[in-house]
């Protein structure tokens, strides 16, 4: 009797186990979510709050300096509501403890993010529409530069036999999310 009151026990204690852990993961996911949407919120406020702004100059006959005032003023918020959204999700699914491959994906991310914030305030500092000009189509250039020289990587790499034992790799992976980050990195521009 003994006995099977202690198989009782364990599989009780297994199958709580197994509850808890689905409970604290359905609680994570459901935290991030939430998160998420929150932020997601806050850009859609920003934006609609700032198209006001934006049209208004326009309706003013305001300068193009307040009209590049308030852009810049958003492209602060946007960047700031994201960083507080990263950090609360890192923190609510418990993000110190994930794989080494996700954590060096959600960097690479993070660090492309921060390209483009800065390649966006590089753009609100254009002081006329040709100089506004000059910095889109060196942003354009550099993305059909990248496109190609990623399309070139993707050719030669899949144009050969597969070997699924690499193709499922962290060190593959590691590759495939750095050819991605750097398709889509803007342009350097002072």
């Known amino acids: 009797m003994a006995k099977n009151s202690n198989e009782k026990t364990t599989a009780t204690t ?3 186990v197994k509850e808890q852990i689905k409970n604290t993961t359905a609680e994570a996911t459901k935290g991030a979510f939430d998160i998420l949407l929150e932020t997601q919120t806050k850009f859609v406020d920003s934006l609609v709050e700032n198209s006001k702004n934006f049209s208004d100059t ?3 006959g305001e300068s193009f300096g307040k009209t590049k005032a308030y852009f810049s ?3 602060d918020k ?3 509501t994201l960083e507080t959204a990263v950090e609360k999700v890192k923190e609510q699914v418990k993000f ?3 794989p ?3 954590k060096l994906s959600l ?3 993070q660090n492309l993010g921060k390209e483009w914030f800065g390649a966006l305030k590089t753009t609100v500092k254009a002081n006329d ?3 506004l000009n000059e910095i889109l189509t060196a942003n354009v250039k550099k993305l059909q530069e990248n496109v190609i020289e990623v399309s070139h990587y993707f050719t030669e790499n899949f144009g050969k036999p597969v070997n699924f034992t690499e193709v499922f790799s962290v060190d593959y992976a590691k590759e495939m999310t750095h050819k991605m980050v750097e398709m889509w990195k803007p342009a350097k521009l002072a």
């Open 96 to 98: 110190d403890n994930a």
């Open 129 to 131: 529409l040709k100089e």
């Open 100 to 102: 080494e491959l996700v």
């Open 14 to 16: 297994t199958t709580e």
């Open 107 to 109: 960097e690479a991310q």
């Open 58 to 60: 326009f309706k003013l």
């Open 78 to 80: 946007q960047e700031e």
């Open 73 to 75: 003023e958003w492209l």
